[in-house]
T-cell receptor, first 112, second 116 residues
Framework: GESVGLHLPTLSVQEGDNSIINCAYS??????FIWYKQESGKGPQFIID?????DKRQGQRVTVLLNKTVKHLSLQIAATQPGDSAVYFC???????????FGAGTILRVKS | DAGVTQSPTHLIKTRGQQVTLRCSPK?????VSWYQQALGQGPQFIFQ???????QRGNFPDRFSGHQFPNYSSELNVNALLLGDSALYLC???????????????FGPGTRLTVT
C-alpha cells in the first residue's frame, strides 16, 4: 500500500545544534518528495523538495537527502533555532494528480 | 500576492448536519486539493479539482463532495456529519493539474471543524 512514515515522533535539540529528521517511504515509484513544517494552528508550510533523480538538495539552513536504495528521506536543519520548533512532515508525490501522501509527523523541540 | 485562503476558520456542527468549507487558491493557481488532518496525524488526501472537475480521489466516502468554480475557488461539502469528521480541513493549491509543472502545493491555514 501507500505509506510514508517517520522513525522518530519527537526530537529535542539544543539551540544552535543541527537537527536531523528521518522519514521512510514505501512506494519506489514516487518521484517527488517534500518536507513541510507545520506550526500550531497553521497549515503546512513548504520547506524544501527533491526529485527522485537527485540525492541531495540544499536550501537556506536546510538540506534534504534522498536514498532511493533504502527508500529513506532526511531533513537536516543547521544551527537550529527556537523558531524551528514545529511538527515536520515528509510527503511523497505518487506522480499523477499531485496526490501527496504524508507521514504522521515529527515534533521538533528546540531548547534554549 | 494573495496566498491560499480558507473560510471559515472554525466551525462547530452537530452530528447529521451538513457543512460547506471554502477555499481560494493562490493567485495564478488553477488546481485545488483538499486534505483532512486529524489531531496528531498527517494530512490525508480527500480529492483534487482541476478545470472544474474532480481529477483524483482518496479513500473518503461519498459524503465528501466538492466543487470548483470558474475562478478556481473551491468548496468542500460534507453531509451527514459524524463525530469522526472532526478535523482540520486543509486546502492546497497548485498549477496545472497533474502535469510536471504542478508539483509544488501551497497550503492554506485550514478550517477547524468540530462535530458534537
Amino acid at each position: 500500500g501507500e505509506s510514508v512514515g517517520l522513525h522518530l515522533p519527537t526530537l529535542s535539540v539544543q539551540e544552535g545544534d543541527n537537527s536531523i529528521i528521518n522519514c521512510a517511504y514505501s512506494n519506489s515509484a514516487s518521484d517527488y518528495f517534500i518536507w513541510y513544517k507545520q506550526e500550531s494552528g497553521k497549515g503546512p508550510q513548504f520547506i524544501i523538495d527533491i526529485r527522485s533523480n537527485m540525492d541531495k538538495r540544499q536550501g537556506q539552513r536546510v538540506t534534504v537527502l534522498l536514498n532511493k536504495t533504502v527508500k529513506h528521506l532526511s531533513l537536516q536543519i543547521a544551527a537550529t533555532q527556537p523558531g524551528d520548533s514545529a511538527v515536520y512532515f515528509c510527503a511523497e508525490n505518487m506522480g499523477y494528480g499531485n496526490k501527496l501522501v504524508f507521514g504522521a509527523g515529527t515534533i521538533l523541540r528546540v531548547k534554549s | 500576492d494573495a496566498g491560499v485562503t480558507q473560510s471559515p476558520t472554525h466551525l462547530i456542527k452537530t452530528r447529521g448536519q451538513q457543512v460547506t468549507l471554502r477555499c481560494s487558491p493562490k493567485s495564478g493557481h488553477d488546481t485545488v486539493s483538499w486534505y483532512q488532518q486529524a489531531l496528531g496525524q498527517g494530512p490525508q488526501f480527500i480529492f483534487q479539482y482541476y478545470e472544474e472537475e474532480e481529477r483524483q480521489r482518496g479513500n473518503f466516502p461519498d459524503r465528501f463532495s466538492g466543487h470548483q468554480f470558474p475562478n478556481y475557488s473551491s468548496e468542500l461539502n460534507v453531509n451527514a456529519l459524524l463525530l469522526g469528521d472532526s478535523a482540520l480541513y486543509l486546502c492546497a493549491s497548485s498549477l496545472g493539474g497533474g502535469g510536471s509543472a504542478s508539483y509544488e502545493q501551497y497550503f492554506g491555514p485550514g478550517t477547524r471543524l468540530t462535530v458534537t
